[in-house]
């Protein structure tokens, strides 16, 4: 038997129906949780491709392949309105040919650019509108077809701007280039989506007044070298901008800006499942930067009296392991530094004595003075009463009602 099959509540994700994720153990749906969404969102599917599901629909997110996970994403707005129909963007020194190849959602949406005259930069643009100024994220699903490089480029009116490269045959990131004082390039990551596609992105911080802004794609002549001979060629698709430090799930748009709701997903089990003396509570987890606030993932009484959460901390780098039990004050057991956008496990255990801590496979640290919390029912990636959602990727999320022994808890945060 696997350490899996001896947990009380476990959460692997893969099954789900219309407003629940479906805990693997128990099976007859007392460890379900709640899912809302409003509105629909992407997801990659099993077999790889971008797909939309609809409104409270869980997203069983397959990118990279492997074991798929659970997508907790905030609210965020797709700016660059047609993403896909490049009809209505403008071609420079070039042409552009739409529906050219197989996209990344597996329909005939790709779009090809092609530069046709010799003399300075071609590309091809959109102009967009923002809310404000402040910090985005910039991306765009671009594919080699004879120009090893290519980059976009984020600018204002006023000749503010920054390039940003990619090697799009090689799938590696590249330089940026700056020109103005209010845009600035930065946090540049480039994913593998397959069948020769890459999502491009990058971290765009904007401080002058001009809301009004152009994206363009062009094909390069090399890392940080724009290109002046006809014939160079790149694919692209997929084009968004959305305030955020990091990029999210693809929004489609089409005449107008499209904005994708949050992600929310509580209240697995119950006092039944819950009723232990002494436990392990373990969570595997890929949190995302929470830009204005802290996140939690809680095993509590669903109130703040008795409880064990996970506090990301917002834009800090660390993960808070709190307890409160019997209503006794809320302990800051341990603060442990951290990567956002990174895979980590932590697992905590505790009985009548001992409060451990366990991440990515090591022991932590060890508390004897705590108060222990009773009367668990309820697993929310929220806080103990469901607020400040949790935002990232899920793995896997377990309670036992045992202590794991050292060497167990070490197996299963091992990374």
């Known amino acids: 038997m696997s350490l899996a099959d001896d947990a009380k509540l476990l959460l692997i994700p893969t099954g789900f129906g219309p407003s629940k994720v479906y805990s693997v153990f128990p099976t007859d749906g007392d460890g379900d949780f709640t899912y809302t969404r409003s509105g629909d969102a992407s997801r990659v599917n099993p077999g790889g491709l971008i797909e939309t599901v609809g409104t409270n629909i869980p997203r069983i997110d397959h990118f990279g392949g492997g074991c798929p996970t659970l997508l907790?994403?905030?609210?965020?707005?797709?700016f660059f309105t047609y993403s896909e129909n490049s009809s209505q963007w403008v071609s420079s020194r070039g042409i552009t040919t739409s529906n050219n190849i197989v996209a990344p959602?597996?329909?005939?949406?790709?779009?090809?650019?092609?530069?046709?005259?010799?003399?300075?930069?071609?590309?091809?643009y959109r102009n967009l509108s923002v809310s404000s100024v402040g910090t985005y994220s910039v991306s765009?699903?671009?594919?080699?077809?004879?120009?090893?490089?290519?980059?976009?480029?984020?600018?204002d009116g006023s000749s503010n701007g920054a390039r940003v490269w990619f090697d799009i045959e090689n799938g590696l990131v590249g330089?940026?280039?700056?020109?103005?004082?209010?845009?600035?390039?930065?946090?540049?990551?480039?994913?593998?989506y397959g069948n020769g596609w890459y999502r491009c992105s990058a971290k765009y911080v904007v401080t002058g007044t001009d809301t009004t802004w152009r994206f363009r794609v062009s094909p390069s002549g090399g890392n940080g070298v724009?290109?002046?001979?006809?014939?160079?060629?790149?694919?692209?698709?997929?084009?968004?901008?959305?305030q955020g430090s990091y990029p999210t799930s693809y929004i489609k748009t089409e005449?107008?800006?499209?904005?994708?709701?949050?992600?929310?997903?509580?209240?697995?089990?119950?006092?039944?499942?819950?009723?232990?003396t002494e436990g392990t509570f373990f969570v595997d987890i890929t949190p995302f930067n929470n830009e204005s606030s802290n996140r939690y993932i809680s095993l509590s009484d669903s109130t703040s009296d008795n409880r064990i959460e996970f506090q990301i901390r917002a834009s800090a780098n660390v993960i808070d392991?709190?307890?409160?039990?019997?209503?006794?004050?809320?302990?800051?057991?341990?603060?442990?530094?951290?990567?956002?956008?990174?895979?980590?496990?932590?697992?905590?255990?505790?009985?009548?004595?001992?409060?451990?801590?366990?991440?990515?496979?090591?022991?932590?640290?060890?508390?004897?003075?705590?108060?222990?919390?009773?009367?668990l029912n309820r697993l929310s990636f929220a806080n103990s009463t469901n607020g400040f959602v949790y935002e990232g990727?899920?793995?896997?999320?377990?309670v036992y009602d045992r202590v794991l022994t050292e060497a167990e808890a070490i197996e299963i945060t091992t990374l």
Do not use: M, W
């Open 72 to 78: 907790l994403q905030p609210q965020r707005s797709n």
């Open 105 to 124: 959602n597996g329909e005939l949406a790709g779009s090809l650019y092609e530069k046709t005259q010799d003399a300075n930069e071609g590309f091809v």
């Open 140 to 155: 765009v699903f671009l594919k080699y077809n004879n120009s090893q490089y290519a980059h976009f480029l984020l600018f």
């Open 175 to 192: 330089t940026t280039t700056t020109f103005g004082s209010t845009f600035t390039a930065s946090d540049l990551s480039i994913e593998n």
């Open 226 to 242: 724009t290109i002046s001979d006809s014939g160079a060629k790149v694919y692209f698709f997929g084009a968004q901008v959305e």
């Open 255 to 276: 005449t107008s800006t499209v904005t994708r709701l949050k992600d929310e997903c509580i209240n697995g089990g119950d006092s039944d499942l819950f009723d232990i």
């Open 321 to 375: 392991v709190l307890c409160e039990g019997n209503n006794e004050g809320l302990e800051v057991i341990r603060t442990i530094s951290i990567t956002f956008n990174t895979r980590n496990k932590l697992l905590v255990t505790f009985n009548d004595t001992n409060f451990k801590i366990y991440i990515n496979g090591s022991l932590n640290f060890t508390d004897t003075s705590f108060t222990k919390p009773i009367n």
């Open 393 to 398: 990727k899920v793995h896997d999320t377990r």
